[in-house]
């Protein structure tokens, strides 16, 4: 080990030497000095080559630890680990981590991979192995990353959400700066077919909806309406296919949490009175037998079967991804815009904040390959490279053109393990010239899709700022401040969240109830919770410079 | 003393392997309790994290929530205890008392059964039965015209704690019974013949010759049930919940899985885990004295 380090450290500052004479030499010895810097045969111990292919000079293997669910299918089957070896010499050995306690487990018994994609490890298990030195800095690892370094040079607001509290960077990015992906959480669909089988119009106003909704439920088994129907299906209380769509049509933006960032000033919106109007219009939807039971007693699992079931059970609901768009008899959901409510306030759908995923690449100080690692996180951002970690393998996902262009594609089959994307669970550098410029989608053009609803339809509805919380490092407040806030946290979000649903179910009335509501989370700490996390976004606003 | 050892120097070989495995599982890693009353850093150590003493302590009972997690966990295992400890008691003494050794081979199984289901199965076989509006009870009930509307069960947190119990009970009677058969399997017949011969019915040996007899064996798990008090079972809570039914759900177990391991507070979790045992031990210990005020054996 100690002889390793001792060769490494050699070869750095063997590096450093050569490096500084050649810029001594400039002009003088012109063709010497076109040479990389780091042409010298003792990167890694003299394995790495400083540029060209393989990275490595003979075979190596680099264990890369990865959270994936079982659910998602065989992440070991993925191609794109036999193309990294064969293009690299590097081999790529996967550790996966199904869950968050087993990446927290890793963490806390220091038992690193030597690379680490996307781990789903709690911000504090990350920011204190940063602390202890077990993740390698990128500092000296830029220099054979230069696309990456450019890309960290050319945007530093996303350099900033990248940045540790001790102002270093700490890994490479999922960066995928896809417009209609960020800057839209989910789209708002209605049951097309039903509408049709009915005689009736896209609903737009939230009375309209209402009158849509009624119509599912007193035509239940009647057509292709079947007699359990959902008329209109939330997973309350959750980020993707809650009820936070609900208080932007009328007016009140809540992103998947009740906190926004308004000019740069924290705030909650489970205090914002207009909230109660939506929960009211909820509350009706749940007497009418609109909004069901299940809305509040089904997990993830039973909602996501729910809302893809074929025939569909549900009349209206919101959702990231199109649905139903390969079904054999036809398109069943249409995109619908945000409802115009009696407040006469605008409508509003939400966002994402735009945002890279800051260290889905970390280096792990037991890594006896740095550079050839840095090398590979260079190659993983090449666009083609980066095209197949993100949309899936060439010739199913995307094709290249004649005029240079590369097209998505739409695979009308079942796709197999090995030539899914890795998407957000590894990395990946698609920006936004790219998707403008390069990407050609053909689904800009096709009614009803994510694409086309996006430009159509949501574009308008975004709130003009962006009040989302941004992605901030963990390590900005004190250990106390932070249990503070977590505990603080738990017990408002829990009481926030039973309140509404109490209210919206029919128990209890939000205008009478208010009063105390607001009282109570003023008992439970909801001051001390705000000037917590703001003093965490005025230390954020500093990093980076 | 050494030559005692001597004489019986197979015995304490015997015990050699069961001596080791408590010594190296149970009293070796007790020394990490010290992450309680430490800010631990997985980096420093067990040894070197910075020492906070109680105040990990003092956080959790300043919670808001604090008096509402005690309250779920305790009304929700006091209630297990006094419905779910006489049951397996009473099949014991019913099972022993059928003259019929098919019949009882055939309700031994039937009631093991349940034993060998894995908890998510269970909760997920009571969403499934119990759904608002699909499932099958509320199909039943509606249809039967004995219930208009969805049942709402499930999201009804004075429900939770009866749903809980006693889906708990008919998962665990046949298995908890076993003991009991296994200890009135060794009460003496003799007894049984005099008390017939004195006229008495099935009911009066139950009560006057059987009960008596594996009272020891009762108290003995009583106390220890008694010491598990707290300790509250985490899965199927957790399962259980959803926003509804949440004031009545979180206990201490859910909570703490929540807010300490998740976010990787692991100091906080050992904290609240050494006050549950703390509390468990208590009361283990005032249980056991009393029992042996009243006559009975304790367990030590």
């Known amino acids: 080990m100690r002889s390793k380090g001792a060769r490494w450290i050699a070869g750095v500052l063997s590096i450093a030497i050569i490096g500084g004479a050649l810029i001594g030499c400039t002009g003088t010895k012109q063709d010497e000095g076109n040479k990389p810097a780091a042409d010298s045969p003792l990167l890694d111990g003299g394995i790495t080559n400083a540029t060209g292919f393989p990275i490595t000079k003979e075979p190596i293997t680099l264990t890369v630890g990865i959270a994936y669910g079982a659910h998602m299918g065989d992440i070991t089957k993925n191609n794109i680990w036999k193309k990294i070896e064969e293009k690299t010499n590097i081999k790529i050995n996967l550790k996966v981590y199904s869950d968050a306690e087993k990446a927290n487990l890793m963490f806390s018994s220091r038992d690193y991979p030597d690379i680490g994609f996307r781990m789903d490890a709690s911000g504090q298990a990350m920011s204190d192995a940063i602390d202890a030195g077990d993740i390698v800095s ?115 933006y809540a992103p998947g949490s009740y906190y926004i960032v308004e000019d740069g000033k924290y705030k909650s919106q489970a205090t914002n009175p207009d909230l109660k109007e939506p929960i009211k219009f909820m509350a009706d939807l749940y007497k009418n037998g609109l909004i069901v039971p299940e809305a509040f007693t089904d997990d993830w699992g039973r909602y996501t079967a729910a809302i893809s079931s074929t025939p569909p059970l549900v009349g209206s609901m919101t959702s990231f991804v199109d649905q139903g768009q390969n079904f054999k008899d036809g398109k069943w959901w249409t995109p619908m815009a945000p409802l115009k409510s009696p407040n006469g306030k605008d409508p509003l759908i939400r966002r994402q904040t735009k945002s890279i995923w800051p260290r889905n690449f970390v280096i792990f100080k037991n890594n006896k390959y740095p550079v050839a690692s840095a090398r590979l996180a260079e190659l993983l951002a090449d666009p083609e490279w980066s095209l197949t970690e993100n949309f899936g393998s060439e010739g199913i996902w995307w094709k290249k053109n004649a005029d240079g262009k590369y097209e998505l594609l739409n695979p009308t089959s079942e796709v197999a393990d090995a030539d899914k994307p890795l998407s957000n669970y590894g990395i990946a550098l698609l920006d936004e010239e790219m998707f403008n410029d390069k990407i050609v989608n053909d689904n800009f053009t096709k009614e009803g899709t994510r694409e086309w609803a996006y430009v159509h339809i949501y574009k308008k509805y975004l709130p003009a700022k962006d009040l989302n919380y941004p992605p901030l490092p963990s390590g900005l407040l004190s250990d106390m401040e932070k249990q503070r806030m977590t505990d603080l946290g738990q017990s408002l979000n829990d009481y926030i969240k039973t309140t509404i649903a109490n209210w919206i179910s029919g128990k209890g009335d939000v205008d009478a109830d208010w009063d105390a509501y607001t009282k109570k989370l003023q008992q439970l700490g909801l001051d001390e919770y705000i000037e917590l996390n703001q003093k965490q976004l005025d230390a954020a606003s500093k990093l980076g410079g | 003393m050494i030559d005692r050892v001597k004489e019986n120097i197979g015995l304490y070989i015997l015990v050699l392997p069961a001596l080791l495995y408590v010594i190296l599982f149970d009293y070796m890693p007790l020394y990490g309790v010290l992450i309680a009353f430490e800010n631990f850093k997985p980096i420093k150590g067990i040894w070197g994290s910075d020492w906070i003493g109680l105040y990990h302590f003092e956080r959790f009972m300043h919670l808001d929530i604090f008096w509402v997690l005690i309250k779920n966990t305790l009304s929700l295992s006091v209630y297990s205890l006094l419905a779910g400890f006489p049951i397996p008691i009473i099949l014991a003494l019913a099972l022993n008392s059928v003259r019929s050794e098919r019949f009882k081979k055939v309700v031994q199984t039937v009631t093991y059964a349940p034993h060998f289901i894995s908890t998510v199965i269970l909760v997920g076989m009571l969403n499934v039965f119990l759904s608002p509006r699909l499932g099958v009870v509320s199909q039943l009930l509606n249809s039967a ?46 007894l049984h013949e005099a008390a017939k011969v004195d006229g008495a019915n099935k009911f009066h040996l139950a009560w006057h010759v059987d009960l008596p007899s594996i009272r020891p064996t009762i108290v003995t798990l009583l106390i220890l049930s008694c010491g598990g008090i707290l300790g509250i079972g985490f899965e199927k809570a957790f399962l259980m919940q959803n926003s509804l039914n949440l004031s009545a759900s979180e206990v201490i177990s859910t909570y703490v899985y929540k807010s300490g391991l998740l976010q990787s507070q692991y100091s906080f979790s050992a904290a609240v885990g050494l006050f549950n045992s703390a509390i468990n031990l208590t009361l283990l210990l005032t249980v056991n004295k009393l029992a042996k005020k009243f006559g009975q054996s304790g367990i030590f």
């Open chain 1, 138 to 252: 990128m500092d000296d690892l830029l220099q054979y990353a230069p696309t990456w370094k450019k890309f960290f040079e050319t945007n530093p607001e996303l350099k900033k959400q990248a940045i540790m509290p001790d102002g270093k960077l700490y890994g490479f990015p999922y960066a995928v700066l896809n417009e209609t992906s960020y800057n839209l959480r989910d789209q708002w669909f209605i049951n097309q077919k039903w509408l049709d089988e009915l005689g009736l119009q896209i609903p737009t106003t939230t009375e309209e909806f209402k009158n849509v909704l009624m119509a599912f439920k007193q035509n239940a088994g009647k057509g292709s309406i079947p007699q359990n129907v959902i008329p209109y299906y939330i997973l309350y209380g959750n980020n993707i296919g809650g009820q936070f769509d609900m208080y932007g049509t009328f007016g009140v």
């Open chain 2, 145 to 190: 015209g004995m219930m208009n509307g969805p049942l709402m069960i499930l999201t009804n947190p004075d429900a939770f704690s009866h749903l809980y119990v006693w889906s708990g009970i008919w998962q665990g009677v046949g298995w908890g019974s076993i003991i009991y058969l296994a200890a009135l399997s060794g009460v003496d017949p003799s």
